[in-house]
DNA sequence: ATGGCTGACGCTGTCAGA
C-alpha cells in the first residue's frame, strides 16, 4: 500500500499534476495540504472518476487539507475538539484547517499542515507552538499504544540540520528553531518514528525548494514534509522515498511528494517474523 | 538576496506562504 503527502499550493492550480501522478504512480492514499478552497469548489469529481473517495476539510484562500484514498475512509475528525482549542487558549484565534484524520484500512491517517510561523518572534510562531501543543494533546488522546497511526503532512520544521541546504544561515531561525524542533518531538512522544530517516539517512533530500533564488535549480531545499509511523506500522515499511518529478515540472507547488510503501494490512505470515 | 516567486482575491495592489 503506497501512502503518500504533498502540499499542492493551491488544489485548484494543481489539480493537472495532482491527476497525472495519482495515476502514474498507483498511490492508495494521498494526504493533501494547502488546498487553499472551500470545500464546494473542491474539484471531487476528478478524483471520484478515478475510483478514489475523498474527505475535505478546506477554506477560502488559505491552508485547507484532503484525504484521497482508494479505500473506504471511515470515521473522519476534522480539526481540533474544542477542548483541547479551550486547553491553549486557541480558541480566540481563528478557525484555521489544518488537521484531517480519519480511520482507513484499520490504519489512523492523520494529515497536518502546520503552521510556518513567519517569524521567531512573531505573533504567528506563538500559534504554531500551541498549534503543535494540540497536535500532542490529540495524539495523546488516541492511545498511541493500542493504535496504528500514520501521522503526515507539511509540518513546517526540519528536524535536524541535515533537513537543511545550508543549516549554517538559518540558525535558530525560523522551521529550523531548537523550540519548534523540541515541541515537535514531544508532540511525536517517542512513539512516532520518522519512517524517510530509517531508509535515508543521508542529506542532500529535500522535499521544498523556495520558489525565489532559483533554489529548485541550485537545489537548495528543505526536508519540511514528513511522515511518521508507530511501531507497528513502521516494521510492515518497506521503503520511503521523495519523489522530485512534480518539483521539476512547468508551475509546479514549491512542494514535492513523499510516499511510504507499507504491507498493509499487515500479514500472519510477517508477524511470525517478529515473534 | 535587501525575502528578487507564486496563488488567491479581485482589480492592477495586498496578503500570506516558507
Known sequence: MLVATWNVNSIRSRIDHVKEWLMTNNVDILCL???KTE???FPVEVFSKLGYNICISGQKSYNGVAIISRFPINDIE????QVIKESTNLSALSDQKRIISAEINELRIINV?????????SDKFIYKQKWIE???????????????????GDFNIAPEDRDIHTPSKYIESIMASSTERELLKDALGGKL?????????????????????SAWERDKGWRIDHIYLTEDVLRCANSCWIDKEPRSREKPSDHAPVVVDINWPPSDIEN????
Do not use: A
Not at 476534522?78 to 475538539?81: A, E, L
Not at 543521508?202 to 521544498?208: A, H, I, K, R
Not at 511470525?272 to 515473534?275: D, L, W
Open 33 to 35: 495540504q494547502e488546498t
Open 134 to 152: 494540540c497536535l500532542k494533546t490529540h495524539l495523546q488522546k488516541i492511545h498511541l499504544d493500542h493504535t496504528s497511526i500514520c501521522l503526515l
Open 193 to 213: 518514528e520518522d519512517v524517510f530517516r530509517i531508509f535515508e539517512p543521508g542529506e542532500q533530500n529535500w522535499s521544498w525548494w523556495d520558489y525565489r533564488h
Open 78 to 81: 476534522i480539526g481540533f475538539d
Open 272 to 275: 511470525e517474523f517478529f515473534f
Open 113 to 121: 499542515y502546520v503552521p510556518n510561523g513567519s517569524s521567531i518572534n
Open 39 to 41: 470545500d464546494q469548489f
